[in-house]
């Protein structure tokens, strides 16, 4: 047991965690609303600075084999949701080449790896959403991060999608705290599942009707929202029954965050029935348990209604915790 337990008990601990919780969240929210504000008057102000920048771009000689305009002209192209997890992206791959470096480890075991038995129980509780160990796990994560963008930033908006990811890590963490001091069972958990489950959730949600299909049994298909009740009731029987596998505690939080985050920021009943594309179910391998059920919504970003066409990716880890 680390040292914060030793001396001040598991209560304490808790009641640490969750002040820290509650912080954190009300913080990333109350700075999402302000950078909401700041974004449109921005967006009003450049808007014609824009404009005549385009003018003028047109009017210049055009200049062949010109990287720094073709990297513009591939992120003008970007929705604005993959714009917006281009920086999640990032921080994921920083942090997990720090974990290649034999000198970096003792510091990502103990910064980035959550578990109520460690000596640093607030910032892994953030730090692990952006963990890594494997590289395969890494990448299916920010695939589906990647796929899934368009369609949950044009229904929660940018800062506001920044508030709930970073606070769904950190719950997921916190309720994974939680289950691990009342069982006992004290492993280290990372990864960014916890907060993609809570995207998960909330777009299984909004279109409950969506079509997706097993990846090796593409003649059966099923609902996003039966989807989402079938890995809420494995979830469930996992943390009941002791399984080991992965954090079923994190993916419950992430996903029940997910669900109840969905109505309060649209305000909406969730989308009548739509054709979809078909979706994949896959399996996936990990060497920390990280609470992970990953999925991929390829869905046109739409400008005026949200009325998207999902396919989606969910994806189970296994070894060290994956979150």
């Known amino acids: 047991m680390g040292p914060a337990l030793a001396r001040d008990g598991p209560g304490v601990g808790r009641s640490l965690s969750l002040s820290a919780v ?19 008057k921005s967006r009003v102000q450049t808007y014609f600075e824009e404009a005549r920048a385009d003018w003028m771009d047109k009017m210049r000689p055009q200049k062949r084999g010109d990287f720094r305009k073709q990297v513009n002209i591939w992120w003008n192209n970007l929705t604005e949701g993959q714009r917006t997890v281009t920086g999640i992206i990032a921080a994921n791959v920083f942090v997990f080449c720090l974990w290649r470096l034999p000198g970096m480890r003792r510091i990502m075991f103990t910064y980035f790896t959550s578990n109520p038995a460690s000596r640093a129980l607030c910032s892994p509780m953030l730090l692990s959403t952006f963990s890594h160990f494997s590289l395969f796990h ?8 990647w796929s899934f ?12 999608f920044i508030a709930v990811y970073l606070s769904a890590g950190v719950i997921s963490t916190f309720v994974s705290y939680v289950a691990k001091m009342a069982t ?3 492993e280290p958990s990372l990864g960014a599942s916890g907060a993609i489950m ?10 409950p009707e969506a079509k997706l299909a097993i990846i090796l049994l593409p003649m059966f298909t099923f609902t996003a929202g039966s989807a989402l009740k079938a890995i809420i009731a494995f979830d469930t029987a996992g943390l009941a ?24 920021w649209t305000g909406a009943k969730p989308s009548k029935p739509i054709k979809s ?36 990716v969910f994806q189970a880890p296994s070894r060290i915790l994956n979150v």
């Open 22 to 40: 509650a912080q954190f969240t009300g913080s990333a929210f109350g700075s999402a609303a302000i950078w909401q504000y700041e974004s449109l």
């Open 138 to 145: 890494m990448a299916a994560n920010m695939y589906v991060l």
């Open 149 to 160: 963008s368009s369609s949950i930033v044009s229904l929660l908006g940018c800062e506001q």
């Open 184 to 186: 006992g069972r004290f």
């Open 198 to 207: 809570t995207v998960l959730a909330a777009v299984c949600t909004k279109m």
């Open 241 to 264: 029954l002791g399984w080991r596998l992965f954090d079923h505690a994190a993916h419950l939080g992430g996903a029940l965050f997910g669900i109840q985050e969905y109505r309060p």
């Open 277 to 312: 594309k078909q979706g994949f179910i896959i399996p996936e391998d990990h060497f920390v348990k990280e609470s992970s059920y990953k999925a991929d919504f390829k869905i046109p970003e739409v400008k005026t209604r949200f009325s998207p066409n999902p396919s989606a």
